[in-house]
T-cell receptor, first 115, second 112 residues
Framework: GAGVSQTPSNKVTEKGKYVELRCDPI?????LYWYRQSLGQGPEFLIY????????DSGLPNDRFFAVRPEGSVSTLKIQRTERGDSAVYLC?????????????FGPGTRLTVL | GQQVMQIPQYQHVQEGEDFTTYCNSS?????IQWYKQRPGGHPVFLIQ?????EVKKQKRLTFQFGEAKKNSSLHITATQTTDVGTYFC????????????FGKGTRLHILP
């Protein structure tokens, strides 16, 4: 069956620009997570949705980062006024069930490069 | 704040040798998950441990959760070239709104 998909696979932008990254979770998965992974590091938690609502957004680094999941399925991570330090692979994962006691299925990620 | 530490950061082993990576949390965990990420790939779930002292096996992989639920280990017996990748533990922090924190991973290289 279809796994988690993310678009675009690569995004190159200039400092100060706005970007949107999209995640299509596995159908029926209620939980959706965004992570950021820098080279040689583990995934860094950003935000967790349960259905349409952000259950935990404490990992968002600052107010330039925002994520939505309006219909409880597709999610968009939005980054305003991008900075070079935002360059990383942004991973999305989805999970069935209502809590973190389930395995997470990761998408292939979006590699963001801010010039 | 809470941390999940993994050691070693890198490990080179001869094919056929055993490999172990260790995960330690500064606080008690609700559960711990292990993931494998191949070079250029994304993390893939391996297993989840929930109970204190739990041991689970998957073929050549043995996973253990400590009695105090603050540490865990992954042991691979007789490594093969297909085991190459980075192994991450991910801990759910007790009473922390189920936030999941990944370790930095252990990168395994297999020498033929």
């Amino acid at each position: 069956g279809a796994g988690v998909s993310q678009t675009p696979s690569n995004k190159v932008t200039e400092k100060g620009k706005y970007v949107e990254l999209r995640c299509d979770p596995i159908s029926g998965h209620t939980a959706l997570y965004w992570y950021r992974q820098s080279l040689g590091q583990g995934p860094e938690f950003l935000i967790y949705f349960q259905g349409t609502g952000a259950a935990d957004d404490s990992g968002l680094p600052n107010d330039r980062f925002f994520a939505v999941r309006p219909e409880g399925s597709v999610s968009t991570l939005k980054i305003q006024r991008t900075e070079r330090g935002d360059s990383a692979v942004y991973l999305c994962a989805s999970s069935p069930g209502l809590n973190n006691y389930n395995e997470q299925f990761f998408g292939p990620g979006t590699r963001l490069t801010v010039l | 704040g809470q941390q999940v530490m993994q050691i070693p950061q890198y490990q080179h082993v001869q094919e056929g040798e055993d490999f172990t990576t260790y995960c330690n949390s500064s606080t008690t965990l609700s559960n711990i998950q292990w993931y494998k990420q191949r070079p250029g790939g994304h993390p893939v779930f391996l297993i989840q441990l929930v109970k204190s002292g739990e041991v689970k096996k998957q073929k050549r992989l043995t996973f253990q959760f400590g009695e105090a639920k603050k540490n865990s280990s992954l042991h691979i017996t007789a490594t093969q070239t297909t085991d190459v990748g980075t192994y991450f533990c991910a801990g759910v922090q007790w009473n922390r709104d189920d936030k999941i924190i990944f370790g930095k991973g252990t990168r395994l290289h297999i020498l033929p």
